[in-house]
């Protein structure tokens, strides 16, 4: 009963810190004024919930995703789907972290080229000079 | 997958993620991304995600870092929030 | 705003909090993400495809055919960050800075006047110049053989360690980024000049594209790499993976080349003259 308990606030606490860092990133792109905190905030939404992913597909007393003795060409033993931590989570999130460093890119050079054009990059105060 | 380091790891990273968008230098902010995605990578070898971390480690605190800073430069450094 | 950005979070994370409660335990094998399609990966791949590494194996042939749009992805950012931000017409600038080696003795030269020759006992430096680099550039230059070197093994040895295409990339890419960095951008552009960063992002992408419909002229669907057997003059098993390793090229070559193409257009704000 102990250890159940304890395996199940263990498992609590690995959910709920992602879900105060997505409420950290969704915060930091609604209510901070300046252009680059709210790129920074949505880099850290983003990343929270690559590690959502990754950690549901975590398996107790696995291995890496690698086949050991595979590497001759013809492994040809039998391999158990226990034994080997879920690969699935982590090629969907590869392409994630991939997109991710493209929207950054391209989200700076948006922040170039508003500094430019308005000489701020406080959001109330585009605003105001948008209007004159 | 060893538990009590995964906590430690995880708590780090949350102070980080709050001080990255709190500091008011935007230089600052950048360095502390950087560290914050250092310790995500942290934690997805822990959690046995291999290729996911290599990939973080060097996006974020790699190309990342240095495409923040440029813009940065480019921009301003101060900030008012 | 930061009241209303508090109400919001305080919402959406209490329902995330309930949504997270009925989860299954972590670590547990039997969850539900690991039993459909995930087993059958794991115990099989090896036997199909000849990679022991898995995620590479699902990555490059379960579903290559997202990768094939991330790939793609990656090129369009490029070539958004250089429609966004990109000057083609040359200014003159207002005032050039001449350094005279021998005696440290910096020039400015206003606009209209004679520009010293390129010799060696001047050199052009940017406005925000900093004595004592040497170490720096002796460094840079150290290291920059071993660290692609050490990109291209990853890109080569994907197949049976972490890495594959796209960490290779961006190793060399950011590579390139560092001799940028350390010495001059224009001094990096002259080697590596925006034309041809531009060139092979896109050839990247073709070679993916390119092998899948090779696939498709020799019978089979698209992407579907056993087809190349006889072209390659192998059993279809050793078919996929060297197949595999083409298409990780593919996305290397495109990702590195990318990846310089956005830190030219983000360090010189277009301009490419004078850079971090």
Not at chain 3, 17 to 46: K, M, Q
Request: some cysteine; aromatic content about 10%.
């Amino acid at each position: 009963m102990g250890v159940e308990l304890f395996t199940d606030i263990a498992s609590q606490y690995n959910y709920l810190g992602v879900v105060i860092l997505m409420m950290i990133g969704l915060y930091a792109m609604i209510a901070k004024n300046n252009l680059v905190k709210k790129i920074i905030g949505m880099n850290i939404f983003q990343t929270a919930i690559i590690l959502f992913y990754v950690s549901t597909g975590a398996k107790r007393g696995a291995t890496i995703p690698i086949i050991q003795h595979g590497h001759n060409g013809h492994g040809h033993e039998v391999i158990h789907a226990a034994e080997y931590i879920n690969p699935l989570p982590h090629v969907l999130m590869l392409t994630a972290i991939v997109v991710s460093v493209a929207t950054l890119g391209v989200a700076l050079a948006l922040a170039i080229k508003v500094y430019h054009q308005y000489g701020t990059l406080e959001e109330d105060e585009i605003r105001g000079r948008l209007r004159e | 997958m060893i538990w009590e380091l995964d906590f430690i790891i995880l708590t780090l990273v949350i102070f980080s993620g709050i001080a990255a968008i709190t500091v008011k230098d935007l230089l600052s902010a950048a360095i502390l991304f950087g560290a914050y995605s250092f310790m995500m990578c942290l934690l997805w070898a822990i959690m046995g995600a291999v290729d996911v971390a290599f990939t973080e480690a060097t996006v974020g605190a790699g190309v990342s870092t240095v495409f923040f800073v440029a813009a940065v430069f480019h921009t301003t450094r101060n900030s008012k929030d | 705003m930061r009241v209303i950005g508090l109400l919001i979070v305080i919402a959406f994370g209490s329902l995330l909090r309930y949504g997270v409660f009925f989860f299954p335990e972590w670590g547990d094998p039997a969850s539900p993400a690991s039993l459909h399609v995930s087993p059958h990966y794991i115990e099989e791949a090896t036997a199909e495809t000849a990679v022991p590494n898995l995620v590479t194996a699902v990555l490059a042939d379960y579903r290559g055919y997202d990768t094939m749009f991330e790939t793609t992805v990656i090129f369009a950012a490029g070539l958004a960050c250089f429609m966004l931000l990109r000057v083609l017409q040359r200014q003159v600038p207002e005032c050039r800075l001449y350094r005279h080696i021998p005696t440290g003795i910096t020039l400015r030269i206003e606009k209209g006047g004679k520009l010293p020759t390129e010799s060696g006992s001047f050199e052009r430096i940017d406005a925000n110049w900093v004595p004592h680099d040497l170490i720096i550039k002796t460094t840079a230059r150290f290291i920059t053989p071993f660290l692609q070197i050490f990109a291209l093994y990853v890109i080569a040895h994907g197949h049976h360690s972490p890495g594959g295409g796209f960490q290779g990339g961006v190793i060399l890419g950011a590579a390139i980024i560092m001799f940028a960095i350390s010495y001059d951008l224009r001094r990096s552009i002259q080697r590596i000049g925006e034309q041809a960063t531009a060139v092979l992002g896109s050839a990247g992408v073709l070679i993916y594209a390119g092998t899948g419909v090779l696939c498709m002229v020799l019978g089979a669907d698209f992407l579907n790499y056993s087809a190349l057997a006889g072209l390659m003059g192998v059993d279809p098993v050793m078919a996929r993976s060297h197949s595999m390793l083409i298409v990780e090229i593919g996305v290397g070559v495109a990702v590195s080349a990318v990846m310089v193409w956005i830190y030219y257009n983000l360090s010189s704000a277009g301009r490419h003259d004078e850079g971090l």
